[in-house]
């Protein structure tokens, strides 16, 4: 099996910055192409970011310019780094790796989500 977990989520000032954490691990031959998505109580899942193996980079247009996004492919790992965060970006933010697995097979694999809050 693989596990996607994230991390780093909390509570922050509109302004603020806050970076989230995803790690991926199991039985993980190689992972594809890595996304942030987020929903908000009530809306629907929005795509905020995705990155290829190759580090080519995609970005939803409300995000574009205060959010980076990154991986370490050596540590199976994703990065989200937000800054001038607003209280719209208030949501469960859901990393989801898309994996091929070392029996061979592609699926894709979704973390439990972080929480971000932007509140003064």
């Known amino acids: 099996q693989v596990s996607v977990v994230e991390s780093g989520g909390g509570l922050v000032q509109p302004g603020g910055s806050l970076k989230l954490s995803c790690h991926a691990s199991g039985i993980i031959r190689s992972i594809e192409a890595m996304f942030w998505y987020r929903q908000a109580p009530g809306g629907q899942r929005e795509l905020v970011a995705t990155i290829s193996s190759g580090g080519t980079v995609k970005y939803g247009d409300s995000v574009v310019g205060r959010f980076t996004i990154s991986r370490d492919n050596a540590q199976n790992a994703l990065y989200l780094h937000m800054n001038n965060l607003k209280p719209e970006d208030t949501a469960a933010y859901y990393c989801?790796?898309?994996?091929?697995?070392?029996?061979?097979?592609?699926?894709?694999?979704w973390g439990q989500g972080t929480q971000v809050t932007v509140s003064p």
């Open positions: 989801m790796a898309r994996v091929t697995t070392t029996l061979n097979y592609e699926r894709d694999y």
